[in-house]
């Protein structure tokens, strides 16, 4: 069963995901270079990935599972959305 604290901190995670996606693409340029850019907000992603698993996991291990939520949803939405970017300029 998942804990209401928990699913806010999943949805608080997705969130702040979404706004870091948005600041990294508008930092690092317009539609027009999306080429460019894509691949290396892709491997920023990947990075954030690691790193938000690796801290959700030790976050998990203390019991503090509202914090673990927020970082395991932390990279959700800025892979996905890298991924979507690079599918529509490649396929």
Request: aromatic content about 10%.
């Amino acid at each position: 069963m998942i804990r209401g604290d928990s699913l806010v901190g999943a949805i608080g995670g997705v969130a702040a995901g979404y706004v870091l996606w948005l600041i990294a693409i508008s930092i690092a340029g317009d539609n027009a270079t999306a080429g460019r850019w894509a691949p290396s907000v892709l491997v920023l992603s990947a990075v954030l990935a690691i790193g938000a698993g690796i801290w959700g996991w030790q976050l998990r291990r203390r019991g503090r599972y509202p914090w673990a939520a927020l970082a395991f949803g932390l990279p959700i939405l800025p892979v996905i959305l890298t991924l979507a970017v690079l599918a529509n300029i490649y396929a």
